[in-house]
């Protein structure tokens, strides 16, 4: 297993806090003026990854994290000056959710074991402990109304599955959303992203 990274990312969080105080552009910007920013590297990520995968070099994919990894860090270390949290408190938060979401790893309880778990029953088992978190009577959060078109109806319907509720669609339909809308519950029953499939279909185009 690698050795903890704990050096070159304090490194870097020092970095940020000196660019904050020393640069004019840098002291500017708040989480609001930086989403544009969050947004094109999280694209530029998938690119990487796409890109990586057909040739198989991952060399500029640690690159393309590394300017995600500045989004991160440059959000933290903002929180930080306002007093509201610091980058030691997301690691926190997101390592807490991960022992509570995966008790066949982290958890001390037989019953928890991963035993013969499929991957489809970890994610059965993810979404029943995030339910069982939101406060009483509260439904689940909105989906984010950015989300790309494809990867939203995915989402809707993967609700829907779990509610036990009908996924409505209509392949015959003459409404061309509704047509598309079908063809991502065809890609859900046979395993398929939605959204990378068609990613990958264009790109093969391009």
């Keep these: 297993m690698p050795a903890p990274a704990d050096g070159a990312v304090a490194e870097f969080v020092a970095v940020m806090r000196r660019l904050r105080a020393e640069c004019p552009w840098k002291q500017e910007q708040t989480h609001r003026s930086l989403v544009r920013y969050l947004l094109e590297e999280t694209y530029e990520t998938v690119d990487a990854i796409d890109d990586a995968e057909a040739s198989g070099d991952f060399g500029h994919l640690a690159e393309e994290l590394g300017d995600l990894l500045l989004q991160v860090v440059f959000h933290a270390v903002i929180a930080e000056e306002r007093g509201d949290f610091d980058l030691d408190d997301v690691a926190r938060g997101i390592t807490a959710k991960m022992h509570r979401r995966n008790p066949h790893v982290f958890g001390d309880r037989p019953e928890d074991a991963a035993g013969g778990l ?81 990613r990958d279909a264009a790109r093969r185009r391009r």
């Design 118 to 198: 499929t991957a489809d029953q970890v994610d059965e088992r993810w979404q029943r402990i995030k339910a069982a978190e939101r406060p009483d009577g509260a439904g689940p959060p909105d989906l984010p109304s950015a989300l790309p078109a494809l990867l939203y109806a995915d989402k809707v319907l993967a609700r829907r599955e779990r509610a036990g509720l009908p996924l409505d669609v209509a392949a015959d339909s003459t409404d061309l959303g509704e047509r598309l809308l079908a063809l991502v519950a065809e890609a859900r029953a046979a395993g398929t992203d939605p959204e990378q499939a068609l």
